[in-house]
């Protein structure tokens, strides 16, 4: 099975624009979750999809959004971008085992600067 | 407040020096408890998942173990190539987020 894929890798913005990011789950995979990585906090959760509904949100403000697609594949938005949101993205899928535990698989993220 | 705390945040070994990393966690509800690795600007790759107390699990030179408030990953004469960082997350019910991540150990391997 392919793994989680994510587009693009890298990115270059400067303040005060907009970007999307994609990601494409593990075939049959439904859960997608989003995460925002930087050396001084760690792995920050930022939401979770399933079947095209958010289902959890992180503390993160309204300038980052999302959506997930019928086939399981999502994008995230941040708007009016700021210094601050220069991070590794990443992307998570698991197969949600109903009553179970998930497993997370990550892809290989996108690294967004903004200068 | 639910938390998840790793330690140490670095750790240099000698090849072949074994050693333990601590993930310790106060959440309530817990569904499942993970370790990732994860190398230089590239997502964590998955390593294990534990359910309960008392379980363990191994792969390779890595043995997994949970008890009721903390998870250890053992490293077992470990090499060069072990080096990355070690993430634990934790899965509970309820809750505002699904999944928290400690912050890691950085684990280095000198030949």
């Known amino acids: 099975k392919a793994g989680v894929t994510q587009t693009p890798r890298y990115l270059i913005k400067t303040r005060g624009q907009q970007v999307t990011l994609s990601c494409s789950p593990i075939?049959?995979?439904?859960?997608v979750s989003w995460y925002q990585q930087t050396p001084g906090q760690g792995l920050q959760f930022l939401f979770e999809?399933?079947?095209?509904?958010?289902?959890n949100k992180g503390n993160f403000p309204g300038r980052f959004s999302g959506r997930q697609f019928s086939n399981s594949r999502s994008e995230m938005n941040v708007s009016t971008l700021e210094l601050g949101d220069s991070a590794l993205y990443l992307c998570?899928?698991?197969?949600?085992?109903?009553?179970?535990?998930?497993?997370?698989?990550f892809g290989p993220g996108t690294r967004l600067t903004v200068l | 407040e639910d938390q998840v705390t790793q330690s140490p945040e670095a750790l240099r070994l000698q090849e072949g020096e074994s050693s333990s990393l601590n993930c310790s966690y106060t959440?309530?509800?817990?569904?499942?408890l993970f370790w990732y690795r994860q190398d230089p600007g590239k997502g964590p790759e998955f390593l294990f998942t534990?359910?309960?107390a008392g379980e363990e699990k191994e792969k390779e030179r890595l043995k997994a173990t949970l008890t009721k408030k903390e998870s250890f990953l053992h490293i077992t004469a470990p090499k060069p190539e072990d080096s990355a960082t070690y993430l634990c997350?934790?899965?509970?019910?309820?809750?505002?987020?699904?999944?928290?991540f400690g912050t890691g150990t950085k684990l280095q391997v000198i030949p």
């Open positions: 999809y399933f079947s095209e509904t958010q289902r």
């Open positions: 997350a934790v899965q509970y019910s309820g809750g505002y987020q699904k999944v928290t």
């Open positions: 534990l359910y309960s």
């Open positions: 075939s049959g995979h439904r859960s």
């Open positions: 998570a899928s698991s197969p949600e085992i109903a009553g179970g535990q998930d497993t997370q698989y």
């Open positions: 959440v309530s509800g817990l569904r499942g």
